[in-house]
């Protein structure tokens, strides 16, 4: 891996990328629901 490699991008690269490096948890938003589709991406839906 080269120096930069570590870029936050959205959806699953971005997870990747937190796990890898230790970065913070994913957010969760507060009056939303969440499930995972078959691929393991997280779905998220505003309940408010």
């Known amino acids: 891996m080269h ?3 570590d870029e ?5 690269t971005a997870r990747c ?6 970065g913070p ?3 969760r938003l507060a009056g939303a629901e969440e499930r995972e ?3 393991g991406r997280v ?3 505003s309940i408010d």
């Open 3 to 5: 120096e930069g490699d």
């Open 8 to 12: 936050r991008h959205e959806g699953d």
């Open 17 to 22: 990328a937190r796990a890898v490096h230790g």
């Open 25 to 27: 948890p994913p957010l």
């Open 37 to 39: 589709d078959e691929d």
């Open 43 to 45: 779905i998220v839906r």
